[in-house]
């Protein structure tokens, strides 16, 4: 085939529709979001939050939003958890390798890892943005689950909002979560 | 608030995590993806793929991908009988009134829906490039679940790949799944 | 094969065990009732609430129970919104189509069609109680799904139970519910 | 309240939506159907077969589909292994004691326990037809099963179709089953 | 094969995968635990407080954790309303013979048959420690489920936790998880 | 509280009931055993084998079998495509440090990790048997899933069963395990 072969990309790709968010398996939430679930709603927010910013280039907003998480069909999603035993700059190559080994071989592939490497550090305002939307998206679906009953998901809020003050449309989202939370009373989390 | 306002759109966004693709229930397919994330597979393929392909803007086809399927949140997955049963006009003014309803009042409300609307009538190479990318992924979920098991699969395989022809790419990938598909050797559909 | 055909109905009847009812979905309760769990209830409740009420006829009553929904295995389960978007005229003809298109060939098909009438257009007690009691289930569902945690459920509460004023068991047993409901002590949702 | 009381088989009711037919379980199949589903899948059935049928009571046969696995919900769907180990009449016996603890209060209950009887004992054509629908039932959701993987359920078909010897229409479809299932051309289960 | 055969029971072992803890369900909780999660969680904490109780011979321990539910893969789990109905010495004398089909032919088979009543009889402080970390582990899972939600599961919290006395660890887990549980703050059930 | 306290572990302990394993949801079955399930079929097997095996400790055997995978609590079962990735060591260092943040308070922890060392390290008969039932488990999975469906196993099953040489009654069960799945009659995987 002379075309770049996506093919062993695919059922790579598909597994993301599978594999699930563990951060809320490990707090007893069940039938939770998969990684591919998680993604889409981070790519939507960045498309209608990214057009009302001015400045923000939508191809490369998307693009970022959806290559991000790929690694994660090699690596699985690491919880926090994991994260903090296995140490940041040990996860971090393991993504981009995994992200070598699932995509390195198309024309684009440098683009890609810049991308992704710009997504990680922080160094475009697109980056932080997609950063943003997903720690906004994460909030919307914690509370999505406390609506149905979840307890036990304080450690998905962070402590403020600072992180959102360079876009205020997510900045917005934010503060409008935390008050729809706060309608739904409940105690804060005993310390389980 | 004077930002245009998201938050009644967020639990619709977040619907589209748990509403399921109803064609693959029909036939059996038991725990089948979701909307969101055919929709996240499509848009993935479509920044991939599009890449390869010269002269796709690359904004405008994400935003395309991404925008398409919004209004099943409200509609839930029509499968193929209920088009057929509800016809085909009413189906699409209802989802172009559904994703009025959703995102009428933003910013971008204009471009959006064209955009919807160049996603229906095929009228840009972008749009046509999602149609079938959309395509293209459905055969490779039905060949997913073809290799854990399912048989009955045959409507969703188009009789021939003419629909990829305007897009090399796509077409290989096509005929790559075909070719998978042949080693699995399935008898023909029994015609239940 | 001389006797009318059910071979093709077969599996569509048994589709109604996969395909969901949406409105759950749509609230974010996850892994919810099929149509066929919904409608099996229904008609167990028929059964015993029409035996308690003078001069039902159990026959057409559980007929019409059984027929209500099958059209939902061409059409999955039309949330409220879905309704709205298509038009109920619209949604009324599809399901008589659907109907006929399933069962349409069987000797008996013109008493569906018209059992199946009578209940769309409540001109009979039978028909009314079956309605009456599918609103009922409903409600039992709804406090189900609460009672394990779920809120933002009020749309599935009617505002009040004149519509159960023709059957005392059915009003008896919604105002039951209702009892029961503010035992959880519930704040009223908040709106999102 | 003066209407006999059906607040507490309310939740009874709802918990056949959930209890799942085990003997899938047993053979490896995942995600199966509930008791509810099965339920209502026989009840149809005997609605539109029964209605081919000279002679058959509409009334009486499908309240004899709707109550004769009410008593589940307390016992569980016990698989042939268990009913095996306990024995056939204590088996019965707990049925019955179910169903008398489930609606034995009600002013129908000599009827219903009756019609249960009835069915235990196959002392009516009635009877016999949901007994003949049960199997076909379960003959339908095996080639089900097998459409889309699974193996190993041979255990599910019975020898031969002489139980729906009474009843042709039954027996037309018993055969168009078996029909169907020759298409699939598994190999004979291997004796695991 | 000269080896004492397990392959017959192999496919019966993985179905505790599958089979669930139907007491759950009866409740209105879905996705529940399946016997196989129950008893290994039963098992792991056996042995780590088994270790801190002086004279509790560890390997006996262990061997009456794993053994003792073994049985449930040919009954399936008996909910409590089951037991009532079936009668406890059914029960027992069903459980025995279900072990003896399943492991009888075994060389050790007359020494897990006798750990087997050793724990039904409560006749060892090993066999006892199981049956109270049994319970344990059944409110421990009871309150995970509480804190994603569910309530009406006060039948699963003993009165209190005499039961418990032989063991001060077990018994200070216990205290433990009743205290987390009045944190939640849930009203009392309402009698549903 | 005096006991060595195991409030923090319950909750880790119980997602493992949640936690599914990783490797499956690759190859796109679905709705896959747990990690706990995992874990309780393969000590369960390791009590059954080891009494078989002459010289076999019961105590140190169940010990290492239950407690070889309680990290994964905090680490999500790494798929071997993390652990390529993320290098052994690395694993094998988060691996230990997991297990020392869970029970590395109580009394018996040295032991408890000079077990879990004893399994990595296969530097005892009792650690060498836990990692063969380990891998048989794998396989009696595997073809459970093949039998209803699954395809695209292969590399679930080890080239040959050298490893079970050491433990005839093992490599028995391999033999058997790979006899079951020739009659299966799969074509060998297409190489997806």
Not at 5 to 22: G, M, Q
Not at 23 to 32: A, S, T
Not at 87 to 92: D, E, F, L, P, V
Not at 107 to 133: H, I
Request: aromatic share 6%; glycine share 6%.
């Amino acid at each position: 085939m002379d075309q770049p072969d996506l093919s062993a990309f695919l059922p790579r790709l598909l597994s993301l529709k599978l594999l699930p968010r563990t951060g809320w398996l490990q707090r007893g939430v069940r039938d939770v979001e998969s990684i591919a679930e998680h993604s889409y709603s981070v790519a939507v927010l960045c498309l209608l939050i990214g057009d009302q910013i001015e400045g923000i280039d939508r191809g490369r907003l998307l693009a970022i939003a959806l290559l991000h998480d790929l690694a994660e069909s090699l690596l699985g999603d690491l919880p926090a958890t994991a994260t903090r035993l296995l140490g940041k700059a040990t996860k971090r190559q393991a993504e981009r390798d995994g992200l070598v080994s699932l995509i390195g071989h198309l024309p684009q592939a440098d683009e890609y890892l810049a991308l992704w490497e710009e997504y990680t550090d922080g160094t475009s305002r697109e980056a932080r943005l997609v950063k943003a939307v997903d720690r906004l998206e994460l909030m919307a679906q914690a509370i999505a689950y406390e609506r149905v009953g979840a307890r036990g998901l304080d450690e998905f809020w962070p402590p403020n909002d600072d992180w959102a003050a360079e876009f205020p449309p997510v900045e917005a989202l934010a503060a409008h979560l935390r008050a729809e939370r706060a309608k739904l009373q409940w105690q804060p989390d005993p310390d389980v």
